[in-house]
């Protein structure tokens, strides 16, 4: 009896350590659990992730390089050779990459993408720094727009900030990326955006601006050409001078935080004033109506030929002279001269007896609208 619960109690006490046993589990085995766990629930997010990444860039417009391209203004000349009007709603001179001095490139890289030709259309460095900013201060609160996503933006995509659109931008900045050179993306990119006003691309700037041409163009001005783009009617320096002194400053800065200038030039050029360098705000030629039914016999003759003087910048050659074309338009817009009667409408073609060459067009009197009936032609 004594041997038989003895045999009984040993058994149940083996059985109690055995399940002991069972239920305790080391320390390797805990670790492991926890990063297989991890590991799901990391691959569950990836998939997810690239579902939801897969889903906003599925409506994402194609790459249509056609939109690539900006309508550039056309150039009418008198027959002396000069410039009587410019035609188009945006006023643009193409600058081909080649053609752009060093100075200007770096004070764009420096300003909008410093890494610019290291990237593949997205700068994960800044990117990155942006997610945080974005997270501490609000969605929205810095972009992180390489040159390429802004090309992307300016051709393709609404302006609005949200979550969709940017990954939209990403992922057409990488398909751009894949197709064009990087120098093809910059020069699309300084003839593509905006420079105040209805002034378009880094060339027709230097123009209005400064009246010169891009390789004539100092530190200070480059400066501001390079920091126009962020605001460009805000930093617009015949409007607001003050405001376009402290963006040149500020491209300067970053242009010597970056290497391009040493700090003796960036000194010396932020002691000069944009004010000292711009130049009076010329009435475009194209304004004056006294022009106006010549311009419109031109752009009339340019579409018969089958181009558009609107957007396919042009440069047309006439045989109009100024003073006579000034001179037809006073006879018959004088109330007090051969026509006292307002309802009274005329037209005039003045030319040239001994070569046949046109050289004033009056459309009519008191016209008021532009490319209407002319009564001359």
Known sequence: MSEEYKSRTQRRQATKSKKKKKGKTSGKEIVKRIFLTLVVIGFVGLVSGLGVVAYMVSDAPKLNFDQLKDPISSKIYDKDNNLIAEIGTEKRDYVPFDEIPDLIVQAILATEDNRFFEHHGIDLIRLGGAIISNITSGFGSQGASTITQQVV??????????????????WLSYQLERTLSKEEIFEIYVNKIHMGGNIYGIKKAAETYFGKQLDELTLPEAALIAGLPQQPNGYNPLINPDAAEKRKDTVLYLMHQHGYI?????????????????????????????????????????????????????????????????????????????FPDEKIQA??????????????IGGGRNITVRRGFSYAT
Do not use: C, W
Not at 331 to 337: F, T
């Open 262 to 338: 040493t700090k003796e030039e960036m000194e010396e050029a932020q002691n000069i004033h944009i004010s000292t360098l711009t130049v009076e705000n010329q009435t475009a030629t194209s304004d004056n109506p006294a022009y106006d039914s010549f311009v419109d016999e031109v752009i009339d003759q340019v579409e018969a030929l089958g181009y558009n003087a609107y957007t396919d910048g042009l440069e047309i050659y006439t045989t109009m002279e100024p003073r006579a074309q000034q001179k037809v338009y006073e006879i018959l817009n004088n109330q007090e001269g051969l």
């Open 153 to 170: 933006k300016l051709s393709f995509l609404s302006p609005e900030k949200t979550i969709q659109r940017k990954v939209q931008e990403a």
């Open 347 to 360: 037209g005039i073609v003045l030319l040239d007896t001994a070569t046949g060459e046109v050289r004033a």
